[in-house]
């Protein structure tokens, strides 16, 4: 495996003084640089070795080191200070050499860079395949398929028993047009430990695994990130330990939700039921609850049917309200899915959704919740969840 070595300095003997100390093969490859030239090129050397001559502006040397986070740099100047050579490794530089440093120490500082250089790069590599098939966000340490990776993270936490707690965030309606998403997960990620995760659950709204840590902890970590998003945002925390994927999702969901209604900063306890506002006779309560599921499965089928009619090329979406149901469909020319929202008694909430396409492929999955958690938040997030979806699965039937 070659290696890529760029040389950067404005001083020509700096590059024949340093070439016959790099101890090249002949299927390594070297370039040269000023200053002023390889700025325009940086983004062609991403995890390359550079070997950065500071002597003539030492300023303009620990600018271009922030540039150069991807890569290795060691850094060559003429003079042995160790307040430069700490501000050198402090800005993110992995090693320094000057002229007194001797041929076969900087022989085996140029060898540890390669070698870090080329874990760089396979990093790179298995990235990229991780973006290309959609499981990592492009810009940031953003996992997009929430389920697989939430599934497999709380078999490891419960089979270990290790204490975790997952923050279910969001902007309201009001400004999560207002945040841009790379905004909020690179606060976010500046914030949290590297073991962290954090997970794309629906546009501008995320998971957040936090390890070893307990309700108080994480609450006190959000405190701390919000202080540098611009906008208001909501979390809801719940433990995770010993729990399902559907449930505690549910859970943290409909704690998000209470926080986004009530505009609190966070909600970690349990929602108070709703006995207050139903009466004692029958009557009475079966008004109340009719008129609550309407109240919150009405507008939001509306208001996603709104947002993604213009969104959806080919297909359809209808709605329908039965006597005892509310179902939202959507349709295209091979495949058609179905979301239906029903009441069993006045205890539990139904949601039952159903695919089927020409070629015979179906399936078929149900949803319950106690009547106190189901509200609007959860529901548009499913809504959202179940059109996505259908139009992957229609795409991947089509390829």
């Not at 028993?161 to 841009?180: D, M, R």
């Not at 009530?262 to 009719?290: H, M, P, S």
Request: aromatic share 12%.
């Amino acid at each position: 495996m070659s290696n890529k070595i760029v040389l950067v300095s404005d001083d020509l003997d700096f590059f024949e003084y340093i070439i016959p100390r790099l101890s090249l093969r002949k299927s390594d490859e070297l370039f040269r640089f000023n200053y002023e030239s390889f700025l325009d090129k940086v983004y062609l050397f991403d995890t390359s070795l550079i070997i950065l001559n500071s002597n003539n502006d030492e300023k303009r040397a620990l600018e271009l080191i922030k540039v150069l986070a991807k890569n290795p740099v060691i850094v060559f100047n003429l003079n042995e200070s160790l307040e430069y050579k700490n501000k050198v490794l402090k800005y993110g530089a992995c090693d320094y050499i000057t002229p007194y440093t001797s041929d076969d120490e900087i022989k085996y500082k140029v060898l540890a860079a390669l070698r870090f250089s080329s874990i760089l790069e396979k990093k790179s590599y298995y990235r990229e395949l991780l973006v290309k098939n959609n499981i990592i966000s492009k810009n940031n340490e953003v996992f997009i398929d929430y389920k697989y990776i939430l599934e497999q993270e709380l078999e490891r936490i419960n089979d270990k028993s290790i204490p975790t707690i997952i923050v279910a965030i969001s902007p309201n309606e009001k400004t999560k047009f207002l945040l841009q998403a790379n905004q909020i997960e690179t606060c976010i990620l500046n914030v949290i430990r590297k073991n962290d995760i954090l997970l794309n659950y629906a546009p501008n709204k995320y998971f957040l695994l936090l390890f070893n840590t307990d309700i108080e902890s994480a609450q006190k970590l959000w405190d701390k990130i919000r202080e540098f998003i611009p906008e208001k945002m909501y979390a809801g925390f719940a433990n995770a330990l010993y729990k399902k994927r559907e449930q505690l999702i549910n859970e943290v969901l409909n704690k998000l939700h209470i926080a986004i209604n009530y505009d609190k900063d966070y909600v970690d306890e349990d929602k108070l039921t709703n006995d207050n506002i139903i009466g004692n006779n029958f009557k009475n309560y079966r008004q109340a609850f009719e008129k609550r599921l309407e109240n919150v499965i009405v507008p939001v089928f509306f208001q996603v049917q709104q947002n993604f009619n213009s969104k959806l090329f080919g297909m359809k979406i209808e709605q329908n309200v039965t006597s005892n149901s509310y179902e939202l469909s959507i349709k295209d020319r091979i495949a058609v899915a179905n979301f239906r929202v029903s009441s069993a008694g006045f205890t539990k909430i139904n949601i039952d959704i159903t695919y089927e396409n020409i070629k015979g492929k179906s399936d078929m999955k149900r949803i319950s919740f106690n009547t106190e958690e189901f509200e609007a938040g959860i529901l548009e997030d499913l809504l959202e969840q179940f059109i996505i979806e259908f139009k992957k699965e229609c795409t991947n039937d089509n390829a």
